[in-house]
T-cell receptor
Framework: DARVTQTPRHKVTEMGQEVTMRCQPI?????VFWYRQTMMQGLELLAY????????DSGMPKDRFSAEMPDATLATLKIQPSEPRDSAVYFC?????????FGPGTRLTVT | AQSVTQPDIHITVSEGASLELRCNYS??????LFWYVQSPGQGLQLLLK??????LVQGIKGFEAEFKRSQSSFNLRKPSVHWSDAAEYFC??????????????FGTGTRLTIIP
C-alpha cells in the first residue's frame, strides 16, 4: 500500500528557530506539492515540484520559507526563522496523473 | 480565477440517512473535479474524481458524485451514511497549467456529523 510519508508528525519550537519538514512521495510520482492548513485560511498551496524542479512557489513567503527536492525520494520544506503565525499543519502530496495523494501532515506549533 | 464554493460549513445527518454535500465551482475551462475526505488528525484521502466521460462517478466507501456543467456543480452523495463517515469533506477543482492538470483549488470544507 503505497503512501506519502512525512516527518516529523508533530513539532513544537520556539520563535526564531529553524524548522525542517520532510516528505517521501509515492515511488513513481513525479509531482510533489506542499500545502498548509489553518482554521482561518483553509488549505493553501505553498509550492510544487515536477521531476524535482520547482514549478511554482508563489504561495510561500519567500523571505523565510524554502522548498527543495534533493532527490526523487525526498522533499523538504524549511522555515527559517519560524514565527508563531507559521503554526499550522503542513501537508505533502504527490501525484502523477492529476490526482494528488496526501501524507498525514506535520503539525507545527511555534511558541 | 478559479474558485470552489462549499456552501454548507456543517451538516448533521442521522446514521442510515442519505447525504448530499454541495459543491459549486468557477473555472473557465473544462474542470477536473475531486472530492477528498479528512478525518481528525489525518491527511486528505481521495474519494473520487471526474476527468471526463460519464458525469456520474463512483468512488470509495460507497460515495458517488454527479457533474452538472449547466449548474457548475459537483455534489457528493451517499445513500446511507455510517458513523465512520463523520469527517471533513473537501471539494477541489484541478487547474490546467502549462505543465498539465496539476494545481488544485480547494473549497473551505463541509464538516459532517453523524448522530445515532
Amino acid at each position: 500500500d503505497a503512501r506519502v510519508t512525512q516527518t516529523p508528525r508533530h513539532k513544537v519550537t520556539e520563535m526564531g528557530q529553524e524548522v525542517t519538514m520532510r516528505c517521501q512521495p509515492i515511488l513513481g510520482h513525479n509531482t510533489v506539492f506542499w500545502y498548509r492548513q489553518t482554521m482561518m485560511q483553509g488549505l493553501e498551496l505553498l509550492a510544487y515540484f515536477r521531476n524535482r524542479a520547482p514549478l511554482d512557489d508563489s504561495g510561500m513567503p519567500k523571505d523565510r520559507f524554502s522548498a527543495e527536492m534533493p532527490d526523487a525520494t525526498l522533499a523538504t520544506l524549511k522555515i527559517q526563522p519560524s514565527e508563531p503565525r507559521d503554526s499550522a499543519v503542513y501537508f505533502c502530496a504527490s501525484g502523477a496523473t492529476g490526482e494528488q495523494y496526501f501524507g498525514p501532515g506535520t503539525r507545527l506549533t511555534v511558541t | 480565477a478559479q474558485s470552489v464554493t462549499q456552501p454548507d460549513i456543517h451538516i448533521t445527518v442521522s446514521e442510515g440517512a442519505s447525504l448530499e454535500l454541495r459543491c459549486n465551482y468557477s473555472y473557465g475551462a473544462t474542470p477536473y473535479l475531486f472530492w477528498y475526505v479528512q478525518s481528525p488528525g489525518q491527511g486528505l484521502q481521495l474519494l473520487l474524481k471526474y476527468f471526463s466521460g460519464d458525469t456520474l462517478v463512483q468512488g470509495i466507501k460507497g460515495f458517488e458524485a454527479e457533474f452538472k456543467r449547466s449548474q457548475s456543480s459537483f455534489n457528493l452523495r451517499k445513500p446511507s451514511v455510517h458513523w465512520s463517515d463523520a469527517a471533513e469533506y473537501f471539494c477541489a477543482v484541478g487547474i490546467t497549467t502549462n505543465f498539465g492538470n496539476e494545481k488544485l483549488t480547494f473549497g473551505t470544507g463541509t464538516r459532517l456529523t453523524i448522530i445515532p
